[in-house]
């Protein structure tokens, strides 16, 4: 699975979303993350490649799995040949679920943020 970059402002705005569910909340951050998990295949260099502590990106499984109630990511230990991580069904669902979400929204409000901008633009003296 491709990497995606952090989502920039374009000339009709973004949307970023956080979604608080009961169980707990999951947001554009630990969604990176878990993508850059599947890409990288470790906890350690996908922290690494999103700029994070090994702990953060743990910190941030963990919550993840809480979330789901279920391991979203599966682990194998190091030594020899090496550890690694790969995302679960349940790690997989969770993008897929966020990402439509996530696109559905931006498109629901394309307009209102096109407007918003235009409100909220630089102006001419």
Excluded: C
Excluded at 7 to 17: I, M, N, R, Y
Excluded at 55 to 70: F, H, Q, S, T
Aim: charged share 25%; proline share 5%.
């Amino acid at each position: 699975m491709k990497r995606r970059a952090p989502t920039k402002p374009t000339q009709t705005g973004v949307l970023s979303l956080r979604i608080d569910l009961p169980q707990g909340r999951i947001g554009p951050g630990k969604i990176r993350l878990l993508e850059a998990i599947d890409s990288e295949g470790s906890i350690s260099a996908a922290g690494r490649a999103l700029g994070m502590s090994y702990r953060r990106a743990w910190e941030l499984v963990d919550a993840a799995n809480r979330l789901v109630g279920e391991a979203v990511v599966l682990t194998s230990p190091g030594g020899k040949h090496g550890g690694g991580a790969r995302l679960t069904d349940a790690g997989r669902a969770l993008i897929a679920d966020f990402r439509l979400i996530e696109r559905d929204a931006q498109h629901a409000v394309q307009s209102q943020l096109a407007a918003l901008v235009r409100r909220t633009g630089p102006r001419s003296a």
